[in-house]
């Protein structure tokens, strides 16, 4: 049999199974606030979650991928042998999507970025050399456990406690809901604005400037703002409520904000992450196409199309244990503590972007969720369910290197 056909069959294999982690763990992990907040079920989110990601997977997800992810291995040590980095490539991504596949069993939230790109350095460490990784680049993405959990954490906890001090604790939440809300409906609009004038439209050919990408962001969030405010006024807040049973009214108007914030992100989402899957087969494409090692390749539509399908398949049958750790074992969630918390953690993927700081999605949003947490009390949040999830994020990068090393010598064997 023709060992082209060979490896571009492993690379489409590997590349769904790869997809499928990100769509049985990430994606999942995305949705999470919305379904632990019952602001949609389940099926409603694998449904809003299926569409918008696909749609931003397939149509704005098709950006020049740099073969070496993250600039994290120098692409010129390659050059003389590229089978080298095609079965690098193959092994990285099967040990991500293993990683990601392990991590989705036991409900643990990881970052697939953090899993392709631990399996990336593994392979470059046995196969080129311990001086082609670029150490600096793993290092700084090391640091984003830190920095973005904290920043999403802070971001939502002061969030929580201006929805509490502005609506929950006025004697009369429902009319101060009605004042308050259009302008969260409009720092929402802005913020996935920015998501998608500054980061997600460069993927389909548009490079807009920050300044641009804000004031674009903000005549839509004074638009959005009061459309909202239009609506609300229409919704019955159940002003004739009493006790806890009043603020259901102000829930249900954050319940409908979460499900937009979510397909938004979700669309977001499939744009940039796509690419964790991607990336390396169109490395592997270009390699076998071309006979060259190449930084950057373009991501055929084929390739795109597997990734999209398979981040849907993946959140539709496995993505519920994630769900359930992100949305319902760390702290309980009402449609306000969820909103917050999907608001901050889509504040924190925008600065990162526009200063440049890697940060991890799945790191964010349960930094946020930690945030919202905190604004209750530490009681409020099981202690038990964060270390293990910390844990999970700190053998993230060796578990991915180890398995990488194991599998590229075993494809490089086998294709040998």
Request: a neutral charge.
């Amino acid at each position: 049999m023709d060992p082209t056909f060979i490896i571009l069959a492993l690379a489409a294999v590997f590349g769904i199974y790869m997809a499928w982690g990100i769509g049985a763990n990430d994606v999942a992990n995305a949705m999470a606030t919305s379904v632990g907040a019952r602001a949609v079920t389940v099926f409603g989110a694998i449904c809003i979650a299926g569409v918008f990601e696909f749609l931003g997977a397939f149509l704005a997800g098709g950006e020049v991928t740099s073969t070496i992810r993250k600039g994290i291995v120098d692409a010129d040590l390659l050059a003389h042998d590229p089978n080298t980095l095609v079965y690098g490539m193959l092994g990285s991504l099967l040990a991500a999507a293993v990683w990601l596949t392990i991590a989705s069993r036991f409900g643990w939230p990881v970052s697939t970025t953090h899993s392709i790109v631990g399996a990336i350095v593994g392979f470059a460490v046995v196969a080129i050399g311990f001086d082609a990784v670029h150490w600096d680049g793993v290092i700084s993405i090391a640091a984003s456990w830190v920095v973005s959990p904290v920043l999403a954490g802070t971001t939502a906890f002061l969030l929580l406690i201006s929805v509490k001090r502005l609506i929950f604790n006025k004697e009369d939440p429902e009319r101060y809901a009605r004042r308050y809300v259009p302008f969260y409906i409009g720092a929402t609009a802005m913020v996935i604005g920015l998501v998608t004038f500054i980061k997600g439209l460069k993927h389909v050919g548009m490079d807009i400037s920050l300044f641009e990408g804000l004031a674009m962001s903000l005549v839509l969030a004074v638009f959005v703002g009061a459309v909202g405010a239009l609506v609300i006024r229409r919704i019955p807040l159940g002003e004739d409520e009493t006790g806890e049973f009043r603020f259901a009214g102000v829930e249900r108007v954050f319940a409908v904000l979460m499900v937009v914030t979510a397909s938004s992100m979700a669309f977001a989402h499939g744009s940039n992450d796509v690419a964790n899957a991607v990336g390396p087969v169109a490395a592997v494409v270009s390699v076998t196409s071309t006979g060259e090692v190449l930084q950057k390749a373009d991501v055929p539509t084929w390739v795109l199309l597997l990734g999209a399908v398979g981040i849907v398949v993946g959140l539709a049958t496995f993505g519920f244990r994630v769900m359930a750790t992100v949305g319902r074992e760390i702290t309980e969630l009402t449609p306000s503590r969820g909103f917050a918390a999907e608001l901050a953690a889509a504040s924190t993927v925008v600065l990162a972007s526009a200063t440049g700081i890697p940060v991890s999605t799945t790191h964010t949003l349960v930094g946020a969720v930690l945030g919202v947490g905190l604004a209750r009390g530490i009681s409020a949040l099981d202690l038990g369910v964060i270390r293990t999830i910390f844990m999970s994020w700190i053998i993230t990068l060796p578990a991915g290197a180890l398995l990488s090393v194991i599998f590229y010598f075993t494809i490089s064997w086998a294709l040998s």
